[in-house]
């Protein structure tokens, strides 16, 4: 069984780009988390989709989007990229809601010149 | 919003010694707790959880404890190997069913020395 897939691994972009980032969850998966993990705030809960629909959203400004689609596949976005958007981020997916284990995939890192 | 507290940031511990870690949170609601250790440039993985209607759970070499009264809830790693040496990272949440979103600790470095 093919485990959590994001792309692009690595990713180098100019302040106030864009950026969309992409996560494949596991099979059967419909519930995809993403959060940021950077080394001063830890990891860090930006939104949750299920079935395509938002179920959740951490504290992050407006720049930060995602969405799910009808394969339960995940793309967040990153508009007017500043310095401190640097991180890795990491996506989660599990079968259904809270209590069934979240699997992280391997996260992108991007970096923000 | 619920906040998770983890303590040490680090711990270096001797080969064959235990390690400790503790985490606080404040939501009193938070029902669900997972430990993820994360290996140098690899993802977190789930190395055990919890639940508030149990006190203990071990699972071999680790086991974790919940105190829901003090709202403390700790992870314990006995005879300790060099492989253990990762960033462990606690969470809580609310199990419901309007939401999948893990409030994590800060994450400790462990350092296990041969």
């Known amino acids: 069984k093919a485990g959590v897939t994001q792309t692009p691994r690595y990713l180098i972009k100019t302040r106030g780009q864009q950026v969309t980032l992409s996560c494949s969850p596991i099979?059967?998966?419909?519930?995809v988390s993403w959060y940021q993990q950077t080394p001063g705030q830890g990891l860090q809960f930006l939104f949750e989709?299920?079935?395509?629909?938002?179920?959740n959203k951490g504290n992050f400004p407006g720049r930060f989007s995602g969405r799910q689609f009808s394969n339960s596949r995940s793309e967040m976005n990153v508009s007017t990229l500043e310095l401190g958007d640097s991180a890795l981020y990491l996506c989660?997916?599990?079968?259904?809601?809270?209590?069934?284990?979240?699997?992280f995939g391997q996260g992108t890192r991007l970096t923000v010149v | 919003g619920e906040n998770v507290e983890q303590h040490p940031s680090t711990l270096s511990v001797q080969e064959g010694d235990s390690a400790v870690i503790k985490c606080t949170y404040s939501?009193?609601?938070?029902?669900?707790f997972p430990w993820y250790k994360q290996e140098l440039g690899k993802r977190p993985q789930l190395i055990i959880d919890?639940?508030?209607?149990?006190g203990e759970k071990k699972d071999q070499r680790i086991a974790v404890t919940l105190n829901k009264t003090a709202k403390h809830f700790s992870l314990h790693i006995t005879e300790t190997q060099p492989e253990d040496s990762a960033v462990y990272f606690c969470?809580?949440?609310?199990?419901?069913?309007?939401?999948?979103?893990?409030?994590f600790g800060g994450g400790t470095r462990v350092l296990v020395k041969p």
């Open positions: 919890i639940r508030s209607n149990v």
């Open positions: 099979s059967g998966h419909r519930s």
């Open positions: 989660a997916s599990s079968l259904a809601g809270m209590g069934t284990e979240a699997f």
């Open positions: 939501d009193s609601a938070s029902n669900y």
């Open positions: 969470a809580a949440t609310h199990i419901k069913a309007a939401g999948n979103k893990l409030t």
């Open positions: 989709y299920f079935s395509e629909t938002q179920r």
